[in-house]
């Protein structure tokens, strides 16, 4: 057993959680394990199966969760919970534990321990007033606003209900609405709304008293169906009554669906309806189908991510994770500064390069404390240099657009030049323009107090996404950072050329450096050069390197 350092989840596997459980009964009047989701007592069995029992709050008498459900705020927060019910002569102090079981089958489960002590009842604590309020409170808690069908909570509940009364074959679907976004822009939020509704009526329609559905939030819904019909059918049925929803000629609302047939009734509902998403996302990467079944493949993948997820866990801050370093240098060679580029060093002494864990960090939320780690690294290494003769290079970091809700960007960075005594200067912070362009007006305001503060702003990847150019209208950035497939498509192509030559000129015109990414010949180096590229960063000059070895490349250069 260890605890994680960053939040209060307790680690066990299947095998000790257990006797952990059995000896904290010495202290305890009950311990058990609770689904917060299904809000169900769960329960490992000897042979490492889990099993589900009562519903959570059976165990107050009532019949819908409490309203204050510290375990499902455990569950969310990773942060132990405690509170106090007042039920049936007697009141329970509770306190919700956060824990993390990784199964037989290796995936991880989150669910809470609650440990519980009973005291006698305060007389007179629940009027009729209080106990109204609980039995609205639950309609609430297990319902969608909007649609007034089951939410999460709802259908988690409903599907285990129906897994343990019908013994048949059953399907966890996810459904997902593509480009309902464009709903709401181009046809406002009322249709969106209406849209949202109709969809709700027609899986109603879809789904029959052995099956139930529920929205899980924005346009996801969860269908829990029986299995007694041609799937294929029943979602092209679906697909085609969502379509008419919006009957625009030019506008087509895009459904995907994944489906995770139910062989192992014992998983939670959150892991089941988890591996149809995969198979939804899957099948929307892919494009070609507007369904897919989760299978061994996907199953291999989501083991390889957990992986990679517990072990950056248990390593980030154990020196495995370093920066390599790739330089910046102007139109005479000279090097002005480098990039930090992630690289995990695993310990058989492989390289990682960050294309095997960014995104999975990105999508586990766990993206920020990698940067944070990096910008620490990057300010530290600044602070080594003082006084040195690399005293005047900067380093430039990347910030993931994630970072903007885990961080107060525009405090992090002033803090850490602060810790480090060094000038905000020397630190340029990349952004993507995807980062900005999601929150446009708030991430905007975080970049000029960064700009304020000392810090250079550069947009990392231009032209990349599809917002380029509406984008350098609002931002000010110091630095737009040309993404390499430009460069690269203008080496043969006379009007990717011309695009460059005024994305260049329009970035001098707005006072920004500019500086190409990717260049690999001396012929692009030229062409840039004479297009007006002032600084350049590529494989032509140098791969990232080791902070040692790029100390040694500096070194020539600026003597
Ligand atoms: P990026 O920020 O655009 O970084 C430039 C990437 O282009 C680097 O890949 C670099 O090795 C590669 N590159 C540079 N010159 C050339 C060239 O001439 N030819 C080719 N083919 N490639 C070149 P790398 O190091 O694999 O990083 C990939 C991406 O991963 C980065 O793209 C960045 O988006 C992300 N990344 C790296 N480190 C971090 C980090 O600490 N935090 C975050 N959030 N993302 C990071
Ligand atoms: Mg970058
Ligand atoms: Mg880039």
């Avoid at 180096?525 to 790029?550: H, W």
Wanted: proline content about 2%; some cysteine.
């Amino acid at each position: 057993m260890s605890a994680a350092a960053t939040n209060q989840v307790i680690k066990y596997t299947w095998k000790d959680v257990n006797s952990s459980m059995d000896s904290m009964r010495v202290m305890f009047d009950l311990v058990r394990l609770v689904d917060a989701e299904e809000c169900r007592e769960v329960f490992v069995t000897d042979s490492g199966e889990l099993t589900f029992g009562r519903e959570c709050y059976a165990v107050w008498n009532s019949d819908h969760r409490c309203v204050n459900c510290t375990s499902y705020k455990a569950c969310h927060t990773h942060q132990k919970k405690s509170r106090v019910e007042y039920f049936d002569g007697k009141s329970y102090q509770i306190q919700s534990v956060p824990i993390e079981l990784t199964l037989k089958d290796n995936t991880d489960y989150s669910c809470n321990m609650e440990l519980i002590t009973f005291t006698e009842l305060v007389p007179g604590i629940q009027t009729q007033q209080e106990k109204d309020e609980l039995e609205t409170s639950g309609y609430i808690s297990t319902h969608d606003n909007l649609t007034g069908v089951l939410n999460w909570d709802g259908f988690c509940k409903r599907a285990r209900s129906l897994l343990s009364e019908y013994h048949d074959d059953y399907v966890i679907v996810s459904v997902d609405i593509d480009n309902f976004r464009f709903v709401n822009s181009l046809f406002g939020n009322s249709t969106g709304n209406e849209v949202l509704i109709g969809i709700s009526g027609i899986l109603n329609d879809m789904c029959d008293e052995k099956s139930t559905f529920g929205r899980c939030g924005g346009v996801n819904f969860a269908i829990c169906k029986y299995l007694d019909c041609d799937m294929e059918k029943w979602i092209d049925e679906i697909t085609n009554k969502i379509s008419s929803l919006i009957d625009v000629p030019t506008f087509q609302l895009s459904t995907h669906f994944g489906l995770f047939k139910v062989e192992n009734r014992n998983l939670p509902i959150s892991i089941m309806y988890d591996r149809s998403y995969m198979a939804l996302e899957d099948v929307r990467l892919n494009n070609s189908k507007v369904f897919g079944w989760f299978n061994d493949s996907l199953m291999q993948k989501a083991l390889h991510e957990q992986r990679v997820i517990s072990d950056f866990k248990a390593n980030l801050t154990s020196g495995q994770f370093v920066i390599y370093l790739q330089p910046q240098v102007d139109k005479e060679g000279k090097i002005e500064g480098a990039e930090c580029l992630v690289r995990w060093i695993l310990p058989d002494g492989k390289v990682l390069p960050p294309f095997e864990f960014i995104e999975i960090l990105e999508q586990s939320n766990l993206i920020g404390s990698l940067d944070h780690y990096v910008w620490e690294l990057a300010a530290k290494q600044l602070s080594a240099w003082k006084g040195t003769v690399y005293e005047d290079l900067y380093l430039s970091v990347n910030v993931s657009p994630k970072d903007f809700y885990h961080f107060d960007i525009a405090s992090v960075f002033p803090e850490l030049c602060k810790k480090y005594d060094i000038n905000p200067g020397k630190l340029h912070v990349e952004i993507t323009e995807t980062a900005i362009a999601d929150e446009m007006q708030n991430n905007m305001v975080t970049l000029e107090k960064l700009q304020e503060a000392g810090f250079i702003v550069e947009i990392d990847d231009f032209g990349k996404g599809s917002s380029s150019l509406g984008l350098l209208k609002d931002l000010k950035a110091d630095v737009l950072k040309i993404d390499m497939r430009f460069i690269q498509k203008s080496e043969n192509d006379k009007r990717s050329n011309v695009i460059l030559e005024s994305v260049i000129d329009m970035a001098k015109r707005l006072n920004m450096e500019v500086i190409s990414e990717g260049v690999e010949t001396q012929d692009q180096l030229n062409n840039l050069t004479n297009l007006g590229c002032e600084i350049f960063q590529g494989f032509y000059f140098s791969k990232p390197i080791p902070v040692a070895a790029f100390e040694k490349l500096a070194a020539d250069s600026i003597i």
